[in-house]
């Protein structure tokens, strides 16, 4: 018997967030992560009213950016807070493609703690197919 | 062998494709990983390998326990096969 499962991708393990945002260039010497949350600022340097326990300060997100954060919801699930003027350079296509190494990661990271290891790794037209085996 | 191939979309949709495992660990396999990925399961289904024709597969509402992934163990699907 074998089965298929389906399911969106919703981030909430910090430490693969850590890893999805390394891999889009944002290495850990970039991103703050606290245990409480924390305000953002704004591009002039203006604390906003919006808080994160995942930030990456503006002077790593662009010239004239506020603060990116990812906030952890009441549901356990990250919520990422991007400015509108960010949203021109980090768009959807940005979040998706960091769901997407989320996803990656988590994937490896979990199934590996189960015994498996990566026997095929191939990427077509932007879509990821992994291949896991365990004897 | 057990094996287990992952499709991540562009988007971050994900479907696992758990093959090879018997008794009761397959649903436990994935369980660790999909509370990770979030939780929220939008399709299940489970084929019966010996058939080897997706029409055999249904659809497993995630409403429901989860079934055991044993040969012959409890599920409706099952029943269908001995139905048909």
């Known amino acids: 018997m074998s089965h298929y499962t389906t399911l969106p991708t919703q981030i909430v393990d910090d430490l693969g967030l850590l890893q999805a945002l390394a891999d889009l260039g944002f290495t850990s010497r970039k991103v703050e992560t606290h245990a409480e949350p924390q305000p953002l600022y704004g591009y002039h340097g203006d604390e906003r009213p919006e808080r994160a326990h995942v930030i990456i300060r503006r002077a790593h997100v662009g010239p004239a950016s506020n603060d990116i954060g990812f906030v952890r919801g009441d549901d356990g699930t990250f919520q990422a807070i991007i400015s509108e003027y960010d949203q021109l350079r980090y768009t959807n296509d940005w979040l998706n493609r960091l769901t997407q190494r989320y996803a990656y990661h988590v994937t490896l990271a979990e199934l590996a703690q189960q015994g498996f290891t990566l026997a095929e790794e191939t990427d077509r037209a932007g879509t990821i197919h992994l291949t896991l085996r365990r004897a | ?84």
């Open chain 2, 1 to 84: 062998m057990e094996q287990i191939a992952v499709t991540i979309s562009k988007d971050g949709q994900v479907t696992l494709h758990v093959q090879g495992v018997k008794g009761m660990g397959c649903a436990d396999l994935t369980a660790d990983l999909i509370a990770a990925l979030g939780g929220q399961i939008t399709q299940q289904t489970w084929t019966m390998e010996a058939y080897e024709q997706p029409t055999e597969a249904a659809t497993w509402n995630p409403s429901r326990s989860l079934p055991a992934c044993g040969e012959g163990q409890g599920w409706g699907q099952q029943k269908e096969h001995e139905d048909a």
